[in-house]
């Protein structure tokens, strides 16, 4: 255990220090001073203090973020995010903010070589090109990076193209490799550099994913195919400057000491410590200074608890989007109808069920581990008597009724994991409270690949 994991909130500290000057920055955009209008800004010191300012989102309350414009600071960056809204959403970088971001990410790299004794220069390879938001935050860790687009399949056999090279970089013999990209995107490129014998030749030091799920499908190819890397599962935001690692040993993810997290709870503002809420982030000042982030409602669900790893900070699991779930009364309060990506993790292994393509512009690349289940929930609320009801549709990979026997025998299997994925559902279906219906097709047109985090 690290000397930061080992002291109880050591990260707190670091953020308290930050937090006044983080509020007196924002105090000054007119967003804000009407928005905290008769809040004690100038008292509020610590991180706990924030439980007492308003959420904010995309566009509400009264514009939200879309609203926030710094008086004294010029943006120099332009990115657009939509996330599962489907809205298109700008978010605007000035030069400090890039430059201060710049330093930080230099300053953690430099101690991560002092404690790992490496010289050698870092390439970072990166899936995610400027293409998905309009444009990148320019803040680098490293100073070699290149892309590798990998939109279509001509985008691949550009990329295999360039790593078949001898050096990416004329000036390195044998460089510290980093891979980084969404989750399918890497799996495609694993198996892809396998297939071309270049998987040793490559050898990442790290593989991180990044802007989606990594379901243990995911990360057990990418560990097999790249057995010397260290696989880094990250939780971010495009409209955020910081985000979390899942922790290999809690299995939960712990932030970075640049934003500070929240949970608060499903139907409110306050934060709660343990149980399952809504994930709210502040970016701190000077990370973030033309359009920053107090309290910004991610729309992630999440679940809190004590983490032995980091002790005294917040630590989450991820439980899925709001938008891609509902609320249900259940005994005097709100809980979930189901946990979206602990269902999609308990669908993923029956073997039983159809795969979406992981990338239908990349053939033949349909089925390889990770493919997210041909499967769709819906929630039905209650009305006129009837219990509200999940419905839940699975496309089998074989045809149902040729097998009736079997297919009996999966349904119940199916069931039992959906259950067991969410205790909220299990205790409603229980008491009666709500319904389970499954229904097994082998139609691929019933439902599309089951989504957790994208629109």
């Known amino acids: 255990m690290s000397t930061e994991r080992a002291v109880s909130g050591a990260k707190t500290r670091i ?38 300012f308003p959420l904010t989102g995309k566009y509400e309350p009264a514009g939200g973020m879309a609203a926030v414009r710094h008086p ?23 030069a400090e903010e890039v430059q ?20 050698r220069p870092i390439v970072h390879l990166s899936t995610i090109s400027k293409r998905h938001h309009g444009n990148s935050i320019g803040a680098l860790a490293v100073e070699r ?3 590798l687009g990998l939109l279509s399949a001509r985008d691949l056999d550009k990329a295999l193209g360039l790593l078949r090279r001898p050096r ?6 044998d460089p510290l490799v980093q891979l980084s990209g969404t989750p399918d995107d890497l799996v495609v490129l694993a198996h892809a550099v396998t297939e071309a014998g270049l998987a040793d030749r490559l050898r990442p030091r790290t593989v991180t994913a990044l802007a989606d799920y990594l379901t243990d499908g995911h990360r057990d190819f990418l560990a097999a195919t790249f057995p010397g890397a260290r696989i880094v599962h990250r939780y971010s935001l495009s409209e955020v400057a910081g985000g979390a690692t899942r922790c290999a040993r809690c299995e939960l993810f712990h932030f970075d000491v640049h934003v500070v997290p929240q949970v608060v709870s499903l139907d409110g503002r306050h934060p709660v410590t343990s149980g399952v809420g809504r994930l709210v982030l502040t970016e701190l000042h000077p990370f973030s200074q ?8 991610t ?10 790893c980091e002790p005294g900070e917040v630590s989450v699991a991820l439980l899925g989007r709001q938008a891609h779930t509902a609320l249900v009364e259940h005994q005097g309060r709100q809980v979930l109808a189901f946990r979206p990506i602990p269902l999609r993790e308990a669908l993923e292994g029956f073997p039983e069920l159809a795969r979406g393509v992981m990338h239908a512009s990349i053939a033949p690349y349909d089925a390889l581990p990770g493919s997210a289940p041909l499967a769709s929930v819906k929630f039905r609320p209650g009305n006129e008597g009837a219990r509200p009801r999940v419905e839940l549709t699975c496309v089998t990979a074989f045809a149902p009724h040729l097998f009736p026997e079997l297919t009996g025998q999966l349904s119940s299997r199916v069931r039992e994991a959906v259950l067991d994925s969410s205790p909220e559902l299990r205790a409603m279906t229980a008491d009666g409270t709500c319904e389970l219906h499954l229904e097994l097709t082998g139609d691929r047109r019933a439902a599309a690949p089951f989504t957790v985090r994208g629109h």
């Open 145 to 147: 990076s290149v892309t």
């Open 100 to 119: 201060a971001l710049a330093d930080l990410l230099a300053n953690l790299n430099a101690r991560a070589r002092e404690r790992t004794d490496e010289t």
């Open 15 to 52: 953020r308290d220090k930050l937090i006044p000057g983080t509020l007196e920055h924002a105090h000054q955009v007119p967003y804000y001073r009407e928005l905290w209008a008769g809040l004690p800004v100038a008292e509020a010191a610590t991180t706990a203090a924030l439980a007492d």
């Open 299 to 308: 729309g992630d669900v999440v679940e809190a608890a004590e983490s032995p």
């Open 168 to 173: 990416l970089f004329p000036d390195l013999d």
């Open 72 to 94: 004294d600071r010029t943006p120099s960056v332009l990115m657009h995010s939509s996330g599962t809204t489907g809205h298109p959403f700008t978010r605007y970088r000035c």
């Open 290 to 297: 033309y359009q920053p982030f107090i309290r910004y409602d």
